[in-house]
């Protein structure tokens, strides 16, 4: 992949320093008066997610990181591993359960997934931005409590945990954010 | 009317924030009149440029007609300084301008390619009661900001432990790891203290005041007077107010032999930074000869002065249209 300088640095370009995937966080242009100019960077280890302050030399170039993004079908997972089936050449591939925690909540069996790669590591999963849920437990409304709580946890079907309003009760379908794991209305 | 939503227009420049802008131009034009300084224009497009090897020009040319094969290459102003520096050597008495000026490749949170600079001239003043001017136009835009000065020295060996005028680049180096901060290779000791000055001296000097570093390391001088008793520092200063650098100001070099001198020294960086050399200005160094008051002069930067006064942390708000939507 091609090498870019600092003036083509912004928001979520993808680079490779010291051999290892990161994304520009941040990315502000210092320069005093009478002195050298640089780019103050924040960068995020697209592997660790661990944020990291850089400064670069006005001009400077590094190595784009070539991320490739995906379409896979989530199948099943064995507790440690989850289980991706490409959806156009139907290649299965298994991506340990720590590289995707925070994802991991919302997979449903055939749910279409994006999955990026760096070379052959996986670094991130996108589910869809909304998806539908069943409730499998929640606390029934108390009469009357409405005054101190506007909501109530709930637990998916996946073992996800999120608020919801009130008159929300087990066994009922629900749409969520998965972005932000927020509660939007409930689904049909 | 509502304006119709535009991705090109500037959502936070509104006719309030022009409102805001006027007023504080007419201050400072208040502020020079009522105190004797003559307001002058001078050329914007020049024959000649400064050849600071850290700042870079915009270059264009002069055709006499369309197609013409006579073309000269002609610059864009990036400070007033030599032109009115060719006035106060004919004789014109202390002069203020506020123009545009032009510095290729800055652009950020507070830099813009073009961008307004108020420069003032006064004869028989030295570095000290410039600064003392300074900190009185600043006072009558942004109201009463506490004041600090200290020489670059002092503030440097406060906030580091370390002396600028006795170190080198290994130990600044490892004090900026000392502190979490990558740096870029230094090349030189003068890349090192400013990277340290901006990235860990500037966001800890107090805010809401109006700081003033002077003093400056001899290789800092630009075309600043070297101090008589002590030669290893210039009579240079820099005015910061929460964590921007407004104002640089000098004790104007009058030695026209020592411009020129100085002006070369910047090409020759230049050469070695693989950066295209800039015609030296002989009509600049020529009027020095016939000989420049004593006199300082301070160049302070209008679209950053007004963010402060606004309390914005960028100049988004001060210019109609940024760069990038102009």
């Known amino acids: ?188 | 009317m509502v304006p119709f939503p535009n991705e090109k227009s500037n959502k936070s420049f509104t006719i309030q924030s022009a409102r805001f802008r006027a007023g504080i131009i007419r201050k400072i034009r208040d502020f020079f009149q009522t105190r004797g300084a003559l307001e002058v224009e001078t050329p914007i497009l020049s024959h000649a440029a400064s050849t600071d090897c850290h700042i870079d020009v915009f270059k264009t040319r002069f055709e006499p007609f369309p197609g013409s094969p006579l073309k000269e290459d002609v610059f864009l102003q990036t400070s007033p300084e030599f032109h009115m520096k060719r006035l106060l050597a004919e004789g014109f008495p202390d002069i203020f301008q506020i123009c545009k000026v032009f510095r290729n490749g800055e652009v950020g949170r507070i830099h813009n390619p073009e961008f307004t600079l108020l420069e003032w001239y006064r004869r028989d003043y030295d570095m000290y009661k410039m600064i003392e001017e300074t900190a009185e136009l600043c006072t009558c835009v942004l109201g009463n900001y506490r004041n600090q000065k200290k020489t670059y020295r002092d503030l440097f060996i406060e906030h580091t432990g370390i002396d600028p005028l006795k170190t080198n680049c290994a130990e600044i180096s490892l004090f900026c790891k000392s502190k979490g901060k990558t740096h870029p290779v230094f090349d030189t000791l003068t890349d090192a203290l400013q990277f340290t000055m901006s990235e860990i001296i500037e966001p800890l000097l107090p805010k809401d005041t109006l700081c003033f570093v002077y003093n400056f390391p001899a290789d800092q001088a630009v075309l600043a007077l070297l101090d008589k008793d002590d030669s290893s520092v210039a009579r240079r200063f820099e005015l910061y107010i929460n964590g921007m650098e407004i104002a640089n100001g000098f004790e104007e070099l009058t030695d026209p032999e020592e411009n020129l001198r100085r002006l070369r020294e910047q090409n020759l960086k230049r050469k070695a930074m693989g950066k295209p050399v800039i015609p030296e200005d002989n009509s600049f160094i020529e009027s020095l000869k016939a000989g420049l008051p004593l006199c300082s002069g301070t160049a302070l930067g209008v679209d950053r002065l007004i963010a402060i006064a606004s309390e914005s942390e960028s100049i988004d708000a001060t210019i109609s249209f940024r760069w990038e939507i102009s």
Do not use: H
């Open chain 1, 1 to 188: 992949m091609g090498m870019v300088d600092t003036s083509q640095f912004r928001k979520k370009l993808k680079i490779i320093i010291d051999g290892q995937p990161w994304m520009i966080v941040e990315n502000e242009f210092v320069k005093p008066g009478k002195g050298q100019a640089f780019n103050r960077v924040k960068i995020k280890n697209l592997i660790t997610g661990r944020v990291l302050d850089r400064t670069f030399k006005s001009g400077e170039t590094v190595e784009e990181a070539e991320v490739i993004t995906t379409k896979m079908q989530y199948l099943y997972n064995d507790g440690t591993n989850y289980t991706f089936m490409n959806s156009e050449n139907y290649e299965q591939i298994e991506i340990p359960k720590d590289q995707i925690v925070d994802e991991s909540r919302w997979l449903l069996e055939n749910t279409e997934c994006e999955v990026s790669f760096w070379g052959d590591r996986v670094i991130s999963v996108t589910p869809p931005t909304f998806m539908d849920f069943v409730i499998t437990y929640t606390e029934p409304a108390v009469r009357g409590d409405t005054a101190t709580n506007v909501s109530k946890k709930a637990t998916l079907e996946t073992g996800a945990v999120v608020d919801v309003p009130l008159f929300i009760e087990t066994g009922m379908k629900i749409r969520i954010d998965t972005r932000t794991g927020e509660y939007l209305q409930r689904a049909t």
